[in-house]
């Protein structure tokens, strides 16, 4: 089987509740870190990966994110006329070929592994890619690229991964390591969330996946795991069950879980550093911020 990636899943259903009232009425993809929504930082480290096409798994109150892809004709034209191609060429950066963007709904909220498995009918017999878009990564060359580039020596199927404090495993995929070869590690097993104590080690699945299609096969017989949702990580743990493949790569680069408030804050400031218009200003206040909590102490 060819190991030519050019799909990529976004499970973009999820309500979003962690940043209510904000989620009331934008899509929790379109929040912003500086001044691109997180669904770009995505689709970006897709389209460096390689990946043409790209299947989002929606549900009902989306609909800006499906809007953010089009083409705005009248934006572009004022910007046209007034001369600002700078502006112009931005937007071209958020256009999407015509036919490269599918919409699949996810009709009811069952979990990750289901959100994966609506797309099914959009998949040949191909391996795919998996992209969370609440895992930020700030990474050169970026994480998807790298574990596209891992996965042409490995095969089989590939996470992301990277070490938590163990009393973090219990909110994430955790990795049973059978070898461990520094950068590549082989998993002898996967467990979703593990109750304190249980984990089988403290290497955890980060939201970057390169899937054998035989992961869609098992994600077909739609098995109820932890928190009672279909799971994405006991299809792949399947996988192992089955006598393939499975890996993690530590990828290099900051990863920031912007499902959380303090996630987000974090890669906002870092973004933010990381733009040369922004970088000083930014800096001086965060400097004089910290001095005058160190004085009111
Ligand atoms: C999901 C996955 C989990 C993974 C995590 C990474 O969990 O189910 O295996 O470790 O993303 O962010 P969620 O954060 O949606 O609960």
Not at 173 to 199: C, F, Q, R, S, Y
Request: charge should be negative; charged fraction near 25%; glycine fraction near 10%.
């Amino acid at each position: 089987m060819s190991r030519k990636v050019t799909k990529a899943i976004f499970p973009v259903a999820g309500l979003g509740t962690r940043f209510l009232p904000a989620t009331k009425s934008i899509p929790k993809e379109i929040m912003t870190l500086v001044d691109r929504p997180l669904i770009q930082y995505a689709i970006d480290e897709a389209r460096a990966a390689g990946i043409k096409e790209f299947i989002f798994v929606t549900s009902r109150g989306k609909g800006a994110l499906e809007d953010y892809f089009d083409h705005a004709h009248e934006l572009e034209s004022s910007l046209r006329k007034a001369g600002k191609k700078d502006l112009l060429q931005l937007l071209n950066e958020t256009n999407m070929e015509s036919g490269a963007i599918a919409y699949i709904r996810q009709h009811k909220a069952l979990g990750l592994g289901h959100a994966v498995w609506c797309a099914r009918r959009l998949l040949a017999n191909e391996p795919f890619a998996v992209i969370l878009t609440d895992d930020v990564i700030m990474g050169e060359p970026p994480c998807l690229q790298q574990m596209i580039e891992a996965y042409g020596e490995t095969g089989g199927s590939m996470v992301a991964t990277m070490e938590v404090s163990p009393a973090k495993t219990s909110s994430y995929g955790v990795l049973d390591i059978a070898e461990d070869m520094g950068a590549i590690v082989k998993a002898k097993g996967m467990v979703e969330k593990p109750k304190p104590g249980t984990e089988p080690s403290n290497l955890a699945v980060i939201g970057r996946y390169i899937l054998a299609p035989t992961v869609m096969q098992n994600l077909n017989k739609l098995k109820q795991g932890s928190g009672g949702e279909i799971q994405l990580t006991d299809a792949i743990a399947d996988e192992i069950t089955e006598g393939r493949d499975v890996f993690g790569l530590r990828f290099r680069g900051q990863r920031f879980d912007c499902g959380s408030k303090a996630g987000f804050l974090q890669a906002t400031v870092a973004f933010g550093l990381a733009r040369d218009e922004l970088k000083d200003e930014l800096a001086e206040f965060l400097t004089d911020i910290m001095s005058m909590r160190k004085a009111a102490e």
